[in-house]
Protein backbone atom coordinates (compact mmCIF):
# COMPACT_ATOMS: atom_id res chain seq x y z
CA UNK A 1 0.00 0.00 0.00
CA UNK A 2 1.28 3.09 -0.73
CA UNK A 3 -0.14 7.01 0.27
CA UNK A 4 0.94 10.21 -2.18
CA UNK A 5 0.40 13.64 -0.43
CA UNK A 6 -0.06 16.68 -2.40
CA UNK A 7 -1.18 20.05 -2.33
CA UNK A 8 1.13 21.87 -0.43
CA UNK A 9 2.65 25.12 -0.76
CA UNK A 10 3.11 28.74 0.84
CA UNK A 11 -0.39 31.01 1.75
CA UNK A 12 -0.48 34.26 3.62
CA UNK A 13 -2.78 33.87 6.64
CA UNK A 14 -5.95 33.34 6.36
CA UNK A 15 -6.01 31.90 2.91
CA UNK A 16 -6.76 28.28 2.06
CA UNK A 17 -4.96 25.11 0.91
CA UNK A 18 -6.11 21.39 -0.44
CA UNK A 19 -4.21 18.80 0.73
CA UNK A 20 -5.06 15.60 -1.44
CA UNK A 21 -3.64 11.95 -0.69
CA UNK A 22 -3.70 8.62 -3.22
CA UNK A 23 -4.01 5.82 -2.07
CA UNK A 24 -3.02 2.98 -4.26
CA UNK A 25 -1.61 -0.81 -3.75
CA UNK A 26 -3.76 -4.01 -3.07
CA UNK A 27 -6.62 -2.91 -0.67
CA UNK A 28 -9.43 -5.39 0.10
CA UNK A 29 -11.55 -2.45 1.59
CA UNK A 30 -11.37 1.07 1.99
CA UNK A 31 -9.05 2.32 5.35
CA UNK A 32 -9.56 4.40 8.26
CA UNK A 33 -7.72 7.57 6.83
CA UNK A 34 -6.05 10.80 8.85
CA UNK A 35 -3.64 13.64 8.21
CA UNK A 36 -1.07 14.48 10.85
CA UNK A 37 1.09 17.21 10.91
CA UNK A 38 4.42 17.50 12.31
CA UNK A 39 6.88 20.63 12.80
CA UNK A 40 10.50 20.16 13.57
CA UNK A 41 11.63 18.76 17.25
CA UNK A 42 8.13 17.61 17.75
CA UNK A 43 6.35 14.78 17.20
CA UNK A 44 3.64 14.42 14.93
CA UNK A 45 0.33 15.93 15.51
CA UNK A 46 -3.22 14.80 14.84
CA UNK A 47 -5.54 16.75 12.79
CA UNK A 48 -8.23 15.05 11.31
CA UNK A 49 -9.60 11.37 10.62
CA UNK A 50 -12.26 9.97 8.81
CA UNK A 51 -13.52 6.42 8.76
CA UNK A 52 -14.38 3.65 6.27
CA UNK A 53 -17.61 4.86 4.65
CA UNK A 54 -16.46 8.61 5.20
CA UNK A 55 -20.08 8.94 7.64
CA UNK A 56 -17.95 9.49 10.41
CA UNK A 57 -15.05 12.92 10.93
CA UNK A 58 -13.24 13.50 13.87
CA UNK A 59 -10.67 16.91 14.45
CA UNK A 60 -8.17 18.73 16.42
CA UNK A 61 -9.75 21.31 18.90
CA UNK A 62 -6.90 23.18 16.95
CA UNK A 63 -8.67 22.78 13.24
CA UNK A 64 -12.33 22.24 14.31
CA UNK A 65 -13.98 24.33 12.04
CA UNK A 66 -11.20 25.41 9.63
CA UNK A 67 -10.18 21.93 8.16
CA UNK A 68 -12.77 19.81 6.29
CA UNK A 69 -11.58 15.56 5.72
CA UNK A 70 -13.23 13.83 3.12
CA UNK A 71 -12.60 11.05 0.49
CA UNK A 72 -14.06 9.66 -2.37
CA UNK A 73 -13.59 5.57 -2.00
CA UNK A 74 -14.02 5.48 -5.95
CA UNK A 75 -10.23 7.35 -6.06
CA UNK A 76 -9.08 6.16 -3.35
CA UNK A 77 -8.62 9.73 -2.50
CA UNK A 78 -8.34 11.59 0.92
CA UNK A 79 -8.89 15.49 0.81
CA UNK A 80 -7.93 17.86 3.79
CA UNK A 81 -9.74 21.25 3.02
CA UNK A 82 -7.80 23.73 5.19
CA UNK A 83 -9.48 27.45 5.65
CA UNK A 84 -8.68 30.36 7.48
CA UNK A 85 -4.99 29.31 7.44
CA UNK A 86 -2.75 30.51 10.68
CA UNK A 87 1.02 30.37 10.77
CA UNK A 88 0.76 27.92 13.63
CA UNK A 89 -0.80 25.79 11.09
CA UNK A 90 2.76 25.65 9.43
CA UNK A 91 3.83 22.09 9.23
CA UNK A 92 4.91 19.24 7.03
CA UNK A 93 1.31 17.32 6.81
CA UNK A 94 1.11 13.43 6.17
CA UNK A 95 -1.90 11.16 5.50
CA UNK A 96 -1.84 7.87 6.88
CA UNK A 97 -4.04 4.87 6.49
CA UNK A 98 -4.57 1.41 8.42
CA UNK A 99 -6.38 2.08 11.92
CA UNK A 100 -8.97 -0.38 12.27
CA UNK A 101 -11.22 2.89 13.64
CA UNK A 102 -11.13 6.31 13.78
CA UNK A 103 -7.79 7.78 16.06
CA UNK A 104 -5.64 10.17 16.69
CA UNK A 105 -2.84 7.92 17.83
CA UNK A 106 -0.37 8.35 15.14
CA UNK A 107 1.11 4.12 16.45
CA UNK A 108 -2.59 2.98 15.59
CA UNK A 109 -2.24 3.82 11.49
CA UNK A 110 0.28 1.42 9.76
CA UNK A 111 0.53 3.36 6.33
CA UNK A 112 1.69 6.71 5.76
CA UNK A 113 2.76 9.01 2.80
CA UNK A 114 6.18 10.99 2.79
CA UNK A 115 4.79 14.70 3.46
CA UNK A 116 3.59 17.84 1.58
CA UNK A 117 4.72 21.47 3.17
CA UNK A 118 3.03 23.47 4.34
CA UNK A 119 3.72 27.30 5.05
CA UNK A 120 1.38 30.16 6.43
CA UNK A 121 3.21 33.37 6.53
CA UNK A 122 1.88 36.12 8.64
Given at each position: ????A??????QA???????????????RP?????????????R??????????????Y????T??F??SR???????D????S???EDT????????S??????A??????G?????????
Amino acid sequence: VQLQASGGGLVQAGGSLRLSCVVSGRTLRPYVMGWFRQVPGKGREFVAAINRSGVLQEYADSVTGRFTISRDKAKNTVDLQMNSLRPEDTAVYYCAAGSEMISGRASDYGYWGQGTQVTVSS
